[in-house]
C-alpha cells in the first residue's frame, strides 16, 4: 500500500453504466426499440454497429445481449445499495431514451419510463449519491432511424430537444451533472451504435457522417442552453473516447500523423468547449469535397452554448504511422492503432498505459482549461468466480491503482482540474464493442454468461472492498 496526496476535496469517486449495457426490459412498461437493442453478439456485429451491415430489427439465429442484460430494470435498489456501500459519491448512468420517447417524435412522454428513473435518482439520493446521467449513450429510438435516417436528419434536433426539455424539467433537483452524447467522436468509427446511420451503397459516407455530427453538436448546445435556463445549478458536459496518439516512431511523418489522428477526435470537443468549428475542420472538409449545411444560427448557438466541464472514458493511448507499410494492428477496438512495444496488453488486445492517462489530461487542460472529469475507466477481463461468486481480481485492482495514481499525478504535481473519476461498468454488465458478458469490468460479480445462461445473482468481487477503501481515504490508500 502506497501513500499519497489525497484528492481534492468532494472528488466525486464513483462507477458507470449505460442504459441498455444493464438495464435490459427491452419491452417493459411501454419501452420502444432502439438500435443498440438490435446489435447481437457474433461474428456480424462489427459491420452492423459500423453501418455497413443492415439490421433494423430482431432476426432469427441471432443473440442479442441486450434486451435482458443484468436486468437492472428491476435489481436497481439493490445494485445501488451495493454502491453506496462501497461510498461512491456519484454514479453516472445513461437514460434510454426509448423508455421516454418510445418512437422518439410523440410529443408527449411515457411516464412509466419516467417514474422509473425519478425512483432510481432516489435511490441514489437516499445513498448519499448524486447521479451523473448521459442523456444518450449511444441509443437512438429505431422509429427515428426507419422514419427519419437517424442523424444524418436535421428533424432529430427537434426530438432530442424536446428529449432533454423533458428530462431536464422532470428531474430538476433531482441530477444536475448531465453529459449530452457519449463519446461523440464514437460517430466516425461505430456510425450505426453511436448515431443510428446506416450507408446506402455508393453513398458519401463521410459527408453523412460530419452532417450528423453537425446535427449531434448543435443539439448539444441546445441541450446545454436549456439545462442552464431551467436550473442554473445544472452543470453540462461533453464526452470524448480519449487515448492520446504517440508518433510511432520520431519520424516527422509519424508525429504529423498522430497530430491528425488526434485532431479527428479533439474536432468535437473543440466545438463543444471553444464554440466554433477549427480551422483544420473546415479544411478538410474542403478537401474532401464536402459541403455540410448549416446555418447562421446553428453557428451561434454553438459559440453561445459552451459546455461547463469536459468529460472522457480513457482506456488505452495509441499510436500513429505516417508509413503506409507499418499494418501491425492491435486487435478488439474498433479504434485502429498500431502495437504499442512497451506496453502490456488486456485479454482483449487493449494496451495498459497508465501515464498515458495523464498524459491525456494534461493535453486536455491545456487545450481546453475546462474543468475534467473521468467517467470511464477500467480493465475488461475474464473473472474466475468460486462457488460463492466471489473474485480474486487482483489484475483489476492493479490496473485502477496505476491509473488513480497517474491521476493523482496530474492533479498534485502537474496540476490539473479534475472533478471526478467513475470507473467503467462498476457492476459486469454487457460489452458495446463485442456483445459480450466475458468481458467484466465490475467491483460486482453478476452471474450471466455470453448465452444468457445464469441466475443473474450479484455477489462482491475482491476489488469491491479495495475500492470501498479507496474511496474511504479520498485516494490516498491504494
Ligand atoms: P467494451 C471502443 C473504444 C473506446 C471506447 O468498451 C469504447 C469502445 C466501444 O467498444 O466504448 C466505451 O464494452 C463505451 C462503453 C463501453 C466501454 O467503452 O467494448 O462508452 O459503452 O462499454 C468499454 O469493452
Redesign the pocket.
Known sequence: MSQLKAFPKGFLWGG?T?AN?CEGAYDADGRGLANVDVVPIGEDREAI?TGKKKMFDFEEGYFYPAKKSIDMYHHFKEDIALFGEMGFKTYRLSIGWTRIFPKGDELEPNEAGLQFYEDLFKECHKHGIEPLVTIT??DCPMHLIKEYGGWRNRKMLVFYERLCRTLFTRFKGLVKYWLTF??IN?IL??PF?GAGLYFEAGENQDLVKYQAAHHELVASAIATKLAHEIDPENKVGC?L?A?QYYPNTCHPRDVWEGLQEDRENYFFIDVQSRGEYPNYAKKKWEKLGLELEMTEEDLTLLKKHTVDFISF?Y??SRVASGEPDVKDKTQ????ASIKNPYLDASE?G?QIDPLGLRITLNTIWDRYQKPMFIV?N?L?AVDQPDENGYVEDDYRIDYLREHIKAMNDAINIDGVDLMGYTT??CID??????G?MK?R?GFIYVDRDNQGNGTLRRSKKKSFDWYKRVIASNGTEL
Open positions: 458507470a449505460a449495457q454497429i449513450h449511444f457519449n463519446e464514437m468509427h461505430a451504435m464526452m473516447a487515448g472514458s482506456y488505452s478488439g477496438n474498433i479504434f482483449w487493449w470511464e477500467g475488461g467503467w461498468g454488465l454487457v460489452s458495446a464493442g463485442t459480450e468481458k469490468y
